[in-house]
């Protein structure tokens, strides 16, 4: 098999560009991460940049002795008001915040006020906005922070909760809890750290971002003869190039960019000794295919892929976890010479506690490290937004900072020094060797923490393969790859019936087209907003006369992409809080079985004439298994509430499974919708104790309900 040859870093095809950085730095967990940004934004005196997956006002950036100096200083410790403090005694200091609009099921696990942009009550010169421009099933899942355009983090943190832990791991620190007071499990992660040209570069792409997210457009700017680089952390490197990998998704008249997919396939075909990875997911084919090659060769490089003992994230636990099962065994059935190790890290004695590995990181020989977002999904590859930082090494100084990196994660791991990784690295000449010996090594010493195995796995969920397709998608899921999501190749059964009444069919199809352009294209969609459509109705009917003009409304939003979310929250508007709930869960079920029979009778090529021949297999199997398909689909934002309706009906999922589907996956929506509008408007009308109470009781009950019903989904 051919290698790449020098450079691997190839702006235009593997990475967007490589710029020059005075320094770098690997920044390991979040208590590294969390303390160097506190340190560094003290220092911001033009502009902050956060892009993120997820951000929490409240999260403690500083922890134990570190939190105390801090006060004792007069500084905050956590984040919203640490911004806020440097907002209101930083006269030209501007902070925009760019968060991903996350779906509703998200938002209940998130912090509360994010859900209606409140934010934290920021000061002026504070922006936040929530970033809804992806495709359907997307999400923007860049971590980076820069700092006067000088100094840049970028990589798997975001400055949210549950994401702060030490190097050390210790099952019970007292310290790893969130705002509300919850402990969780230990959690691995890495942040680089780059100043220069890099950090202008980082500055930039997140300015892009802003001014396609707010149609605002925003100068990056520096402060000049300042250093603001965190004192306490010594560079790796020094005048280095780092490059910039990137995936976006095709969306509006942008191209889609695969930087990010690139580059992990030129690397591994570039390795010559070890690929060394760390990865919250393991799931794409295609990556998979390219590593059991390298496998399979006489003379390939060692494999050693670190991962969660079981998946822990917003995408699914039996879903993902049935995916990557199949990929690992994949790798065990090539791995023909002995040189793949694929383990999980552990810490505590009786009984020993997984380490959730939340990183996105991987060093190749001596020559190349990449820490970013991006993971081994195809969603990383082609869905969301991701941004991996790269350094090839070219010199000796700079092949023993790529060696680094991957000692002290082996010697965090396994409980020992990261000299001692290097040596036993040396003198064994493979990092294979080095990790069985420091394995055998802790088990003698009883050190408790290690690299446990990850064994080949029994197909437990084989339907839930292809119900991955949802979740994990290669490119964003149009109508017509939802079409092939559910609905077989073979002719509708309603195809005689289709033929004598085409025009009929034509006319319908017309109307809820047209119904749906004047939605997307003229003034209806300001005037049917929630607020107008509220009192539109109290002026239309009165007592009972009301509930069936809201169902009537149901029907007919649900034949004519008019959003499902909006009649939902004027019935919780027009109705006390138990009537709005019924009449919220009777409508939409009103709306989808309308959907669901107008796909029935339009049948699958009727609906792929109205969508397009663009048709690309998903998988046939989903059909089989159509209640969990439903759910999902309906939890997370992939589709319309119209189009997921029409695709079914034309489907073979029975009609039992699509409703009961609908009801278990929309669940939380309507749930949320009506409480929260309800308590909302109490609370602001009257802000008094039994309003507030009531608030907070909603929101309690509403987070124990959706957590529990997205156990039972996934």
Not at 483 to 494: A, E, G, K, R, Y
Request: some cysteine; hydrophobic content about 45%; aromatic content about 8%.
């Amino acid at each position: 098999m051919p290698k790449t040859s020098f450079p691997i870093l190839q702006p235009k095809r593997n990475c967007q560009q490589t710029v020059h950085a005075d320094r770098a730095a690997v920044l390991l967990n979040g208590e590294a991460y969390f303390a160097a940004f506190h340190q560094t934004v003290l220092k911001a005196r033009k502009q902050v940049f956060i892009l993120g997956w997820d951000i929490h006002s409240k999260v403690e950036l500083l922890r134990g002795d570190a939190a105390d100096r801090a006060r004792a200083k007069g500084l905050p410790t956590r984040l919203g008001p640490l911004l806020d403090h440097m907002a209101r005694n930083t006269p030209d200091l501007d902070i925009r915040i760019l968060i991903w609009n996350f779906s509703m099921l998200l938002g209940l696990e998130r912090e509360p006020r994010l859900l209606f942009n409140l934010g934290w009550a920021p000061h002026p010169r504070i922006h936040f906005h929530l970033d809804d421009e992806h495709p359907l099933g997307a999400s923007h899942h860049q971590k980076i922070v820069v700092i006067d355009g000088q100094t840049a983090f970028c990589g798997g943190i975001d400055l949210t909760h549950y994401r702060w832990d030490t190097s050390e791991h210790v099952p019970d620190d007292p310290r790893r809890t969130t705002p509300a007071g919850d402990r969780y499990a230990p959690f691995h992660d890495a942040m680089m750290l780059v100043d220069g040209q890099a950090a202008t570069a980082l500055a930039e792409l997140c300015a892009t971002r802003w001014e396609r997210a707010t149609r605002e457009k925003v100068a990056v700017q520096t402060n000049a003869g300042s250093d603001i680089w965190p004192e306490p952390i010594q560079p790796w490197f020094e005048g280095v190039d780092v490059a910039i990998a990137r995936t976006e998704p095709e969306y509006k008249s942008r191209q889609e960019i695969r930087e990010v997919e690139a580059l992990f396939l030129d690397v591994f075909q570039a390795a010559r000794r070890c690929i060394f990875i760390e990865n919250q997911y393991f799931t794409s084919p295609v990556l998979c295919r390219v590593l059991e090659e390298r496998l399979q060769e006489e003379q390939g490089p060692e494999v050693v892929i670190i991962l969660p003992k079981t998946i822990q994230g917003w995408l699914g636990n039996k879903v993902m976890e049935a995916k990557r099962g199949r990929i690992l065994n994949r790798l065990i059935a090539a791995d023909k010479h002995g040189r793949l190790r694929l383990r999980h890290p552990w810490v505590g004695d009786q009984p020993k506690q997984g380490v959730m590995v939340h990183a996105k990181l991987m060093v190749v020989d001596d020559r190349l490290l990449r820490v970013g977002s991006s993971n081994l999904c195809n969603r990383s590859l082609g869905l969301d937004t991701e941004c991996d930082l790269a350094i090839e090494a070219h010199t000796t100084r700079q092949e023993a900072g790529v060696r680094r990196l991957r000692n002290e994660l082996l010697a965090e791991h396994c409980g020992v020094s990261p000299d001692r990784v290097d040596a036993l690295t040396a003198k064994t000449g493979s990092v294979v060797r080095a990790l069985d010996e420091l394995s055998a090594l802790a088990d003698q010493k009883k050190i408790p923490r290690g690299l446990g195995p990850l064994e080949a796995q029994e197909e437990q969920f084989p339907e839930l393969v292809s119900e991955s397709e949802i979740l994990d998608p290669e490119r964003p899921l149009e109508m017509d790859r939802l079409m092939d999501v559910f609905v077989p190749d073979d002719q509708s059964p309603q195809d005689g019936w289709l033929r004598a009444n085409w025009l009929r069919l034509v006319l319908g199809a017309v109307a809820i087209a047209g119904l749906a352009a004047a939605w997307r294209f003229t003034p209806l969609s300001d005037f049917l907003n929630r607020e107008a459509l509220a009192g539109l109705m109290r002026g239309a009917a009165s007592g009972w006369g009301v509930y069936p003009l809201l169902l009537l409304a149901f029907l007919i939003g649900g034949l004519s992409m008019f959003p499902v979310t909006v009649l939902i929250g004027a019935t919780a508007i027009l109705l006390e809080p138990l009537p709005a709930l019924l009449t919220a869960f009777a409508g939409s079920q009103i709306g989808a079985a309308a959907g669901y029979g107008a796909g029935m009778r339009l049948g699958r090529k009727r609906i792929q004439r109205i969508a397009g021949n663009r048709l690309n297999r998903v998988s046939k199997h989903l059909a089989r298994h159509g209640l969990v398909s439903v759910a999902v689909i309906r939890t997370l934002p992939i589709a319309p509430f119209t189009i997921v309706n029409l695709v079914a009906g034309a489907s073979h999922i029975r009609f039992f499974d699509y409703v009961l589907g609908t009801l278990l996956g929309m669940a939380p929506g309507i749930l949320a919708v009506t409480f929260f509008t309800d308590r909302l408007l109490a609370f602001l009308n009257h802000p008094d104790l039994v309003n507030i109470l009531a608030m907070v009781g909603a929101v309690v009950f509403l987070t124990l309900a959706t957590r529990w019903l997205k156990r039972r989904l996934t």
